[in-house]
């Protein structure tokens, strides 16, 4: 979100400001990139909070449970792991099917 260089997000802006800039927007261009690094000003802080910080209080350590692979859980396992591993390895097809489903339900009410 904060359009750091190597992530995702800085070619995304970098493009939408590029093509507002062309076509003569250049007011909300500026706009733009300052609340950009107003925004980068909290996440930087944010991650220095995080990581850079001394805790004022040490936490107790908890073990957490929640997550295990019970006979309830194991079908939305299996469910969850099949649509990722379609969707990673057959991309284009997982998303063709989507689609057709979209549209179908669209235009059923």
Same mark, same amino acid.
């Given at each position: %979100?904060?359009? *750091?260089?190597?992530?995702?997000?800085?070619?995304?802006?970098? =493009?939408?400001?590029?093509?507002?800039?062309?076509?003569?927007?250049?007011?909300? *261009?500026?706009?733009?990139?300052?609340?950009?690094?107003? $925004? %980068?000003?909290?996440?930087?802080?944010?991650?220095?909070?995080?990581?850079?910080? *001394?805790?004022?209080?040490?936490?107790? $350590? *908890?073990?957490?449970?929640?997550?295990?692979?019970?006979?309830?859980?194991?079908?939305?396992?299996?469910?969850?792991?099949?649509?990722?591993?379609?969707?990673?390895?057959?991309? $284009?097809?997982?998303? !063709?099917?989507? !689609?057709?489903?979209?549209?179908?339900?669209? =235009?059923?009410?």
């Amino acid at each position: %979100m904060a359009g *750091v260089p190597p992530a995702a997000g800085f070619f995304g802006k970098y =493009f939408l400001f590029w093509q507002a800039y062309e076509r003569g927007l250049t007011f909300l *261009v500026i706009i733009g990139l300052l609340t950009s690094l107003i $925004s %980068m000003y909290y996440y930087l802080k944010l991650i220095k909070l995080i990581w850079f910080s *001394v805790p004022a209080f040490s936490a107790p $350590s *908890v073990l957490l449970t929640t997550c295990s692979l019970e006979s309830g859980n194991s079908s939305l396992w299996a469910l969850i792991l099949l649509f990722l591993y379609l969707f990673i390895f057959f991309t $284009s097809t997982t998303l !063709d099917i989507f !689609d057709k489903l979209c549209v179908s339900l669209y =235009f059923i009410s």
